[in-house]
């Protein structure tokens, strides 16, 4: 389902997806109002990608939005002004929730925003980023919780942990090249990317 969000008192103009060219959206899936995907992405079954509260939510090409992931952020405007600490700036440009290219998002991940995960991170499944800057090229083994923190580029986060505080985000191991999941997320791209390409082709014959 991909349709356009309605107006209220913390989202003053409706908008609709724009979806990149190669890029899969399961008729299971939900992707509302003010969502920006890029090309080659794969949208699973009941994955829901949300921007009628938080907005715009942005997701980079050849990134993959697996069964069950939730996207969606807290309200970034209140009677047409904007709510500033929910933002997050990349690039220049102000987002609710930002994913960059190459990112995968196994299985029941959340992406609350305000959140930012970068370029050719891995999200494993039922992990929550929440209030949090994730940086290019990490590891977030499952079931992990980020809340409110900045997590250095190239760190995993080992299965399970709770990161809540600065000092322990600081503190979570770089990724070696004897680290077992390093990788992985190519791998998981390389699948996902093919998927949305065959599952396109196929509605098209």
Same mark, same amino acid.
């Given at each position: 389902?991909?349709?356009? +969000? &309605?107006?209220?008192?913390?989202?003053?103009? /409706? !908008?609709?997806?724009?979806?990149?060219? $190669?890029?899969?959206?399961? %008729? @299971?899936?939900?992707?509302?109002? +003010? &969502?920006?995907?890029?090309?080659?992405?794969? /949208? !699973?079954?009941?994955?829901?990608?949300? $921007?009628?509260?938080?907005? %715009? @939510?942005?997701?980079?090409?050849?990134?993959?939005?697996?069964?069950?992931?939730?996207?969606?952020?807290?309200?970034?405007?209140?009677? $047409?002004?904007?709510?500033?600490?929910?933002?997050?700036?990349?690039?220049?440009?102000?987002?609710?929730?930002?994913?960059?290219?190459?990112?995968?998002?196994?299985?029941?991940?959340?992406?609350?925003?305000?959140?930012?995960?970068?370029?050719?991170?891995?999200?494993?499944?039922?992990?929550?980023?929440?209030?949090?800057?994730?940086?290019?090229?990490?590891?977030?083994?499952?079931?992990?919780?980020?809340?409110?923190?900045?997590?250095?580029?190239?760190?995993?986060?080992?299965?399970?942990?709770?990161?809540?505080?600065?000092?322990?985000?600081?503190?979570?191991?770089?990724?070696?090249?004897?680290?077992?999941?390093?990788?992985?997320?190519?791998?998981?791209?390389?699948?996902?990317?093919?998927?949305?390409?065959?599952?396109?082709?196929?509605?098209?014959?």
């Amino acid at each position: 389902m991909i349709e356009k +969000n &309605v107006v209220t008192d913390f989202c003053s103009q /409706v !908008s609709e997806p724009e979806i990149g060219s $190669g890029t899969y959206v399961h %008729p @299971l899936a939900a992707v509302i109002g +003010n &969502v920006i995907l890029g090309r080659n992405i794969m /949208v !699973s079954p009941t994955a829901a990608v949300r $921007g009628d509260e938080g907005q %715009p @939510l942005f997701v980079g090409d050849d990134s993959n939005i697996q069964d069950g992931v939730v996207i969606h952020a807290l309200e970034t405007e209140l009677n $047409g002004e904007p709510v500033s600490k929910n933002l997050y700036e990349v690039d220049g440009r102000s987002y609710a929730a930002y994913v960059g290219c190459r990112v995968s998002l196994a299985h029941q991940v959340q992406i609350h925003g305000p959140a930012v995960v970068l370029d050719d991170t891995f999200v494993g499944m039922k992990s929550l980023v929440f209030k949090s800057f994730v940086g290019k090229k990490c590891v977030i083994e499952p079931g992990a919780i980020i809340m409110g923190v900045t997590v250095e580029d190239g760190r995993y986060v080992p299965a399970g942990s709770i990161i809540r505080s600065q000092e322990e985000a600081d503190a979570l191991p770089k990724i070696t090249d004897d680290y077992p999941f390093k990788d992985m997320n190519k791998g998981v791209v390389h699948v996902n990317t093919a998927l949305a390409r065959q599952y396109l082709a196929s509605h098209k014959g």
